[in-house]
């Protein structure tokens, strides 16, 4: 687009007629009417005003190969939700390591309950072999799979995250 075009089409846009547009920048109506049909262009000063009344650049003016007003750009702000996706997930490593700890606690302490109240603690389905204690149930082999599943899922979010955050 020429330089003529663009300032006719911001003239237009701003609801200026030339002789509205002449007065505001001191100029004559023939020379705006000279700049719209590619006659002749404005001398530097002139250019600057025509920028600052239209809130453009000077390069968007004089340079024909730029189409549009250049857009403002705003930084992108970080997103609020990132840390408290963060934190949720090393909430759930936390909780998951946590409950996984907790099993085995449950496991230590029913095989080493000696005391008459806690012997119901023990269970039938687990014995010992040389000091190892072996899972005889495939139920309780799901839930520590399930639950070292969780803890590796969430420390492997929470790095992603933590990652994106950077």
Request: proline fraction near 2%.
């Amino acid at each position: 687009m020429t330089f003529g075009k663009k300032i006719y089409l911001l003239r237009k846009k701003k609801g200026y007629s030339q002789d509205t547009l002449a007065e505001k920048l001191g100029v004559t109506r023939q020379a705006v009417s000279k700049w719209e049909l590619d006659e002749m262009l404005p001398d530097c000063e002139n250019a600057v005003k025509i920028a600052k009344l239209f809130s453009v650049t000077t390069d968007y003016l004089l340079k024909e190969n730029i189409d549009i007003k250049p857009k403002r750009t705003i930084p992108a702000l970080p997103d609020k939700y990132d840390n408290v996706d963060f934190l949720a997930a090393i909430s759930a490593f936390g909780a998951s390591l946590a409950a996984f700890g907790l099993y085995r606690f449950r496991l230590f302490w029913a095989h080493y309950a000696h005391d008459e109240t806690l012997k119901h603690l023990r269970n039938d389905h687990w014995f010992v072999y040389k000091d190892w204690i072996w899972v005889e149930t495939i139920d309780e082999i799901v839930i520590l799979s399930f639950l070292l599943f969780i803890i590796a899922v969430s420390f492997i979010n929470a790095r992603k995250i933590y990652k994106n955050c950077k």
